[in-house]
């Protein structure tokens, strides 16, 4: 599913521009997006779904413009969204409240969606949780209904924000495979502070800064930045005003540098020197 | 938007919300005392009611000054919790409309709170009829119900709902409080506030109880005189809840309006 956004701007009172003329297209695949807190990641991820109005600018799901009700209701039927906070009703069970969003996103008939909830349920590893109320249930659960409820309507498009964080290891493993295989035949927005989620994930990476897109292409391009920017310093050896250190091992310090550093060797660079080297010394 | 979409909406949210008010249990921490209190005032003997229907419209009259105020209060956060951070951005995600999807949140809401109430009123029936030596009190239950309780009840809670998404939620539950007092108890022949006490837009439900249920003529103008305080007749009683039907509508577009802008 194409998605297009164009000069897309959005205020929050005077002052607080989250998103600031920001250009982007997605056209299929997991696409990671990045940034640092207030980059405007969120706003973003909640400008494509509709459930936030911008300010100025365009934005095209799928054919269908989110600036007029007709053109949003179109898209959000195609649409499945998982918030970063998700404030689920805790006093219904897990197949209550999936039928409940499912009533929601119109999705009509009792039985159709008797069983579109039980293979939801099915598919995030919850059946046999289902009647259980929602204030029961662990984080990693939450998320579990958070994300069957975005796939209730068969969308081309999921929004997922931060799905992994506060995750243990094995809820995040779990849920990578998800995103994996919903990815396959869906294009998946995926905004993450979890570099790691990234480059197991994505096959593409857009970086927000300061409201706009400041990359856009694949993990590689974005390991790339840093390639001949890395290197290992000996512990105690000055690195470098401009230098970022990344990593530290008993003998040694791994930092992203503009400059070859005193007794700096140069090694592989990995999606997070990418990132860095992106964020703090530009694309160059 | 399509009814083959809206059919799905409206029942899934007058299912699920009626559903989440079974089980909020502050509601009904509040509401049984508040109905069993009720139950005591209003309770009489057969031998000390002289017309069943005056006893049962008096019945629906104490039982709705006291558990609307309950209502309003618990039910507050109904529209909040369904439209802030986290589970509103899902609902709003989503291709509803918040204009069919707020007024059946109230009615869901109010369809369950307003459960106790009615027993309490067909609870005084009982007595009434056994004085009557008929069911006539029965059907005069239903219909003081439905014209004294059920309007005052809904105006308040969609302030209440309204209140609790421009207010913090504490803060909206004490103003509903204060407005329910102010506008039903609080009559300027006690307290020197300017106040809809004893006018036509009290929602205490007087003017229908005394112009239909016999009940006394101070519930509902408090013997004060002027145009918003006309004695009470058929006329009078209708006006009343025509009042009370625009203040309900217009809180519940200002409610949509409000959501609609956050957005």
Known sequence: MNVE?????????????????????????????????????????????????????????????????????AAQRTIGYMPQELGLYPDL???????????????????????????MLSRVGLEEHGGRRIAEYSGGMRRRIGIAQSL??????????????????????????????????????????????????????TVLSAGRPS??????????????????????VPVGQRAMVVGTSPEYCRVVAPETP????????TLEDGYIALMCLGAE | MRASSLLPVLGGTLRYEALMVVRHRALWTVLVPLSLLSLVIAWG????????????GAAALITGILCTLGIGVTLADRFVRGLSHGMGDLAAATPHSLWFRLPAMLVASLGVALVLPLVVVMVCVVPAAVADGGVRPLAAALAAFTTVLVPGAAALTALACFLGLVLPLTLARVATAGVWLWSTIASPQILPLVTPTGTLLSPVGGYPAAAWFGERAVWANRELTGPLSPPPDTGTALANLAVLAVFTAVLLTLAVLVAVRRK
């Open chain 2, 45 to 56: 003997a057969p031998s000390d009611i002289t017309g069943g229907v005056r006893h049962v």
């Open chain 1, 215 to 236: 990359f856009h292409g694949t993990v590689r391009d974005m390991i790339d930045v840093a390639r001949g920017r890395t290197y290992e310093v000996p512990v105690g």
């Open chain 1, 262 to 269: 005193s007794r700096g060797r140069p090694v592989p660079p």
């Open chain 1, 93 to 119: 069970t897990g197949r209550e409240f999936l039928d409940y969003m499912a009533s929601l996103k119109g999705i009509g008939g009792r039985r159709v969606r008797c069983s579109r909830v039980r293979d």
């Open chain 1, 5 to 73: 956004v164009s000069g897309l701007t959005k205020v929050f009172g005077p002052g607080v521009r989250a998103l600031d003329g920001a250009d982007l297209a997605f056209r299929g695949g997991i696409v990671g997006l990045l940034g640092p807190n207030g980059a405007g990641k969120t706003t973003l991820m909640r400008v494509l779904t509709g459930s936030l109005r911008p300010t100025a600018g365009r934005v095209v799901v799928d054919g269908h413009d989110l600036a007029t009700n007709r053109g949003r209701r």
């Open chain 1, 152 to 205: 209730l309507g068969d969308p081309g498009l999921l929004v997922v924000d931060e799905p992994t964080a506060g995750l243990d290891p094995e809820e995040r493993m779990r849920f990578r495979s998800l995103i994996a295989h919903i990815g396959q035949e869906r294009t998946v927005v995926l905004g993450t502070h979890i570099l790691d989620d990234v480059s197991q994930l994505c096959s593409s990476v």
